[in-house]
């Protein structure tokens, strides 16, 4: 199952940062896919030890632990990998609207006023 060393674009496929291998291809075509700070092609090979940068909605980076060249499981996925991209930032909480009763009818020019000043208008 495990050699000593993949396709970089089966290995991307494998550990499951994309979800169909050519997917992963395209990314290496795009330019998305970077193997030891060289941009990789998608037949490029990686060994233990090498690290793999992609580019994309979510950035990563990733170090090769198990070159695989067939899908696994989650778990022997993230076992086959180091992950070294940081968290995602917090999402910011949205401000909380101005309570007005059910019925109260049109709100006054101070309400609107108000309800803009929050949204940050």
């Not at 795009?30 to 030890?49: I, W």
């Not at 090769?64 to 909480?93: S, Y």
Request: glycine share 6%; net charge positive.
């Amino acid at each position: 199952m495990a050699s000593d060393s993949a396709r970089v674009d089966a290995w991307l496929w494998a550990v499951r940062v994309f979800t169909t291998r050519s997917a992963a291809t395209a990314a290496c075509r795009a330019g998305h896919v970077r193997v030891n700070g060289e941009r990789a092609k998608a037949a490029q090979r990686v060994a233990p030890g090498d690290a793999v940068v992609v580019r994309g909605a979510r950035a990563r980076d990733l170090v090769v632990k198990v070159p695989l060249e067939k899908r696994v499981g989650a778990a022997v996925a993230a076992e086959a990998m180091l992950d070294l991209t940081p968290p995602p930032p917090p999402k910011e909480e949205a401000a909380a609207p101005i309570a007005r009763d059910r019925g109260s009818g049109r709100p006054t020019k101070r309400d609107r006023r108000d309800l803009e000043r929050l949204r940050g208008r």
